[in-house]
């Protein structure tokens, strides 16, 4: 689907700086002043989570807004005990969820404990809490459900490709595992990973291979 065919996700323009502290500053900070009227907070560690989960709703034809449900960028899962602790202190009567990496899954269970939420012993049990693990990553679960050759395509619409191949010649990188270049490839750039988390769903719901965590995730709220 075109790039510009849909409304950008809340508070995050494609055409202006992308990445880097302040952008993640500025993309929690909105997302607070929104969570003061909400009925529901989704907790991610970052902006192509929030990009990736806004997409989808919007794909689903749902209005998260009007919904009361905002989805909030941490700025990193040890962040998560504190924002568990802000957002939704037992009783407070907002529902909470997440998204985390498979690297992250202990950081994410061990702040729900501490916050009171629960005592989620495995994924299963986080996944009845609402929060959802991606394996390995965002990046990760998108290429596999869009497949290579497809995001090889999708880079080529958009005037990445040559750039895609002359990373793949680079030394460390000439004869590696297709998905790994093009994990690595989207990880090179902030700006790049945030227009493909966008781009790399819509394809996924073009597709009906959305990645179970996020249909999961979006499912619960």
Known sequence: MDVTSRSEPTGIGLDGPLGGNAASMQATAGALARAESALAAVLVEGISDQIALETLATCRGRDLAAERIVIVPIGGAHAIGRFLTRLGPPGS?????????????????????EAGVGTPGTRAEMAQLGFQVCVDDLEDELIRAVGSEAVEALFDAQGDLRQFHGFQSQPAWRGRDPDAQLWRFLRSSSRRNLRYARLLVEAAVARDTVPRPLDALLASV
Do not use: K, V
């Open 93 to 113: 009567g907002m529902r909470l969820a997440g998204l985390c990496d498979l690297r992250e899954e202990e950081i994410f269970r061990r702040g729900l404990t």
